[in-house]
T-cell receptor
């Protein structure tokens, strides 16, 4: 069990460019979450997958944001036409299918820090 | 949506002291987690505790779901306990703004 990994760890881009981040969850975790965290705040939920199905999307996820998990394993988060306000840490987490109520523990990756110039 | 308030926002302790961190939430939930974010930004799950009490070493947590609050206790604090402590509640894991803990040697 190597934990949740994210790539890249840092990304600097110019306003208007597209960026894509990747998240590899813990193997056999069928739930995957994306969050965004800005300085001094707690993470904000963006979207959630169970296997390959995207089950929930936050209103924070504008039409410039899209997430996929094509085979129910790794996931990608794409931001099109980046804006300076998109600068943040993008966090991915995974959790196993709960065997019983009370065991839905999320494990976070190290995050991708995006800076939009 | 669910509102989550954490207190205090900042806490400074001498090594060896005990502390209590609080998380209040606005609606009934069946999912509550406590996390520690270390100075490098890594979030570590401490407890999944929608109700009841759990202990893990020097840390323990209690959630009183009917009164919509949870407490995280840190005993005999160490410098490595420094960082930000978050609670997250609900199916979408709504996070509070955290308590920043600084433990001085």
């Amino acid at each position: 069990d190597t934990g949740v990994s994210q790539d890249p760890r840092h990304k600097i881009t110019k306003r208007g460019q597209n960026v894509t981040f990747r998240c590899d969850p813990i193997s056999e975790h069928n739930r995957l979450y994306w969050y965004r965290q800005t300085l001094g705040q707690g993470p904000e939920f963006l979207t959630y997958f169970q296997n390959e199905a995207q089950l929930e999307k936050s209103r924070l996820l504008s039409d410039r944001f899209s997430a996929e998990r094509p085979k129910g394993s790794f996931s990608t988060l794409e931001i099109q036409r980046t804006e300076q306000g998109d600068s943040a840490m993008y966090l991915c987490a995974s959790s196993p299918q709960p065997r019983r109520v009370g065991t839905d523990t999320q494990y976070f990756g190290p995050g991708t820090r995006l800076t939009v110039l | 949506g669910i509102q989550v308030e954490q207190s205090p926002p900042d806490l400074i302790l001498q090594e060896g002291a005990n502390s209590t961190l609080r998380c209040n939430f606005s609606d009934s939930v069946n999912n509550l987690q406590w996390f520690h974010q270390n100075p490098w930004g890594q979030l570590i799950n401490l407890f999944y505790i929608p109700s009841g009490t759990k202990q893990n070493g020097r840390l323990s947590a209690t959630t009183v779901a009917t009164e919509r609050y949870s407490l995280l206790y840190i005993s005999s604090s160490q410098t490595t306990d420094s960082g930000v402590y978050f609670c997250a509640v609900g199916s979408k894991s709504t996070f509070g703004d955290g308590t920043t803990l600084t433990v001085k040697p």
